[in-house]
């Protein structure tokens, strides 16, 4: 759906009365119109309103609320050596390290143009090696919940001045079991304070959260409610447990996809996986909570760079993941919550860009499927999984013969390379295109 593309609906940057060097900085990123939720959000944050957005990754949601914030803190920009300059007036929370990453290298290219110090703190490192720049003093500063706490604890820094605070990708941090912390976090903030939410749902707890601590917040959504991406191709695909694997390399050659994000439910599948499609010579890499930070932030720098084809993941580690342009996101295992799947599957199709979204549904998961589609008012009918390709020799004769009772698609799964395969018919490749 181009035409309706997140980036067409939109118009100028130049109407969002942005400044040079925030303009500046958007053009060296090449982006030409605000993205739905940009347009609306930027003039209300700029005007010093409270937002309650619904947006899902990948609609620009980290520019909506990054661009208004670096202008307002545009005038507190200096050189100066000193820390008290640089007090905490922007703090962004987020639920995972990859996410907070992701905003923080944002909001720096966001705001390259502009003297304002930015840095992120996240667990699984060192206190001691976020500690230095936190006393030297930084403007906006992105953190994880409870890393944000063990610094402030530890009175590494002060939050008594901050004057904006973003809770980003708010509905996980809920699922994570965040709230006794950002309770805390939030005791820590002067009243006297704008508070953005992002959420990609809005379930009854959100909005618990948004009263308690928004001052007459707008609402703000880009799309329907718990609708996923409509730029997302979604595709079904029936295999048993055991036949997953088969199905997954299959779907991947055939579609020639080029890089996919594979989720699964459990860290246990995906190291499983990991290593059954390395064994088939896919390139995979697995991150997952278990996985030391640094082997996480490698997995996904080589996947970033296109140098793994398949990275699998768990839903908390995939979260937020920003990477652009991704083609494909496979569900090797459909997740227990539909705001899950609406999760996943934003990591393809972002910002107007078209995707594709594979789900791999075994049996005993079709009222898992059931409640997606209801979740997402839409049917998500199976389809059959790409034809594998006839062998191309030895030429096939009567005299070779398969016996009859054996069906073409069992002999040729049998003795086929992955390699032989066909791209898929085309019921299956055009099949469910959402309106
Ligand atoms: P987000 O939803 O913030 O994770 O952003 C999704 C992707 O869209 C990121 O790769 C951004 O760099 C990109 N993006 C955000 N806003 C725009 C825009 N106005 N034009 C083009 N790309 C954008």
Partial sequence: MSESSALEAAGSFAELNLSPEIQRALDDMGYQTPTPIQKQAIPLVLAGRDLMA????????????????????????????????????????????ELAIQVYESIVTYGKHMPLRSTVV???????????????????????????????????????QVEYLVLDEADRMLDMGFLPDLKRILSLLQQNR????????????????????????????????????????????????????????????AREISQAIVFTRTKLTAD??????????????????????????????????GETRLLV??????????IAELPCVVNYELPYSPEDYVHR???????????????LVAPDEE?????????????????????????????WTPSVAVPEAVPAAQRSRRREPVCALLMPPVQAKEAPRPE
């Fill in 54 to 97: 619904q947006a899902q990754t990948g609609t620009g949601k980290t520019a909506a609320f990054a661009l208004p914030l670096l202008q307002k803190m545009q005038p507190f920009a200096n050189t100066s050596t000193s820390p008290a300059r640089h007090p905490v007036r922007a703090l962004v929370l987020a639920p995972t390290r």
């Fill in 122 to 160: 996240y667990g699984g490192v060192g206190l001691d090696t976020q500690t230095p720049q936190l006393r030297a003093g930084v403007e906006v500063l992105v953190a994880t919940p409870g890393r944000l706490l063990d610094h402030a604890g530890s009175r590494t820094l002060s939050l008594a």
């Fill in 194 to 253: 704008q508070t953005l939410l992002f959420s990609a749902t809005f379930d009854d707890n959100i909005t618990r959260l948004a009263q308690s601590f928004l001052r007459d917040p707008l609402k703000v959504e880009v799309a329907r409610r718990n609708t996923a991406a409509e730029t997302v191709e979604q595709v079904v695909h029936k295999a048993r447990e055991e036949d997953k694997v088969d199905a997954l390399v299959r779907v991947v050659n």
């Fill in 272 to 305: 499983r996986l990991g290593r059954q499609l390395l064994r088939r010579s896919l390139d995979a890499a697995v991150i997952h909570g278990d996985k030391a930070q640094s082997e996480r932030l490698l997995a996904l720098d080589r996947f970033k760079r």
């Fill in 313 to 322: 993941a768990t839903d908390i580690a995939a979260r937020g993941i920003d």
């Fill in 345 to 359: 599957i934003g990591r393809t199709g972002r910002a107007g860009a078209e995707g594709l979204a594979v789900s």
């Fill in 367 to 395: 009222r898992l499927l059931a409640a997606i589609e209801k979740f997402i008012h839409r049917s998500l009918p199976p389809v059959p999984l790409p034809e594998v390709a006839p062998p191309a020799a030895p030429v």
